[in-house]
Nanobody, 119 residues
Framework: QVQLVESGGGLVQAGDSLRLSCAASGRTFSSYAMGWFRQAPGKERNFVAGISSSGGSTDYADSAKGRFTISRDNAKNTVYLQMNSLKPEDTAVYYC????????????WGQGTQVTVSS
């Protein structure tokens, strides 16, 4: 089992950058694929970016490509989401999640961190 705690959210202006962090507990962090999701008010939770257990493979939603970068530091049990050129439509609660290798579903979720982008 892994526990996830996000941080780094806040209020920024359009065009600014933010880096979200997700700290994981447990000894087996390097065996989990990790992802970032977001949920805007009144909308469903959507995938933003994902990274393999080794960090060698990444995947992005179209809305994140070219602006966001997911990375991980397995020595620090942490996954990051660097967000550049933020837009008001990026406003949402951002969640990190962990997926056990060989499975298709993200099983463990953090509590979320709010990102608000003003125009």
């Amino acid at each position: 089992q892994v526990q996830l705690v996000e941080s780094g959210g806040g209020l920024v202006q359009a065009g600014d950058s933010l880096r979200l962090s997700c700290a994981a507990s447990g000894r087996t962090f390097s065996s989990y694929a990790m992802g970032w999701f977001r949920q805007a008010p009144g909308k469903e939770r959507n995938f933003v970016a994902g990274i393999s257990s080794s960090g060698g493979s990444t995947d992005y939603a179209d809305s994140a490509k070219g602006r966001f970068t997911i990375s991980r530091d397995n020595a620090k049990n942490t996954v990051y989401l660097q967000m550049n050129s933020l837009k008001p439509e990026d406003t949402a609660v951002y969640y990190c999640a962990a997926k056990i290798l060989g499975t298709y579903t993200y099983k463990y979720w953090g509590q979320g961190t709010q990102v608000t982008v003003s125009s």
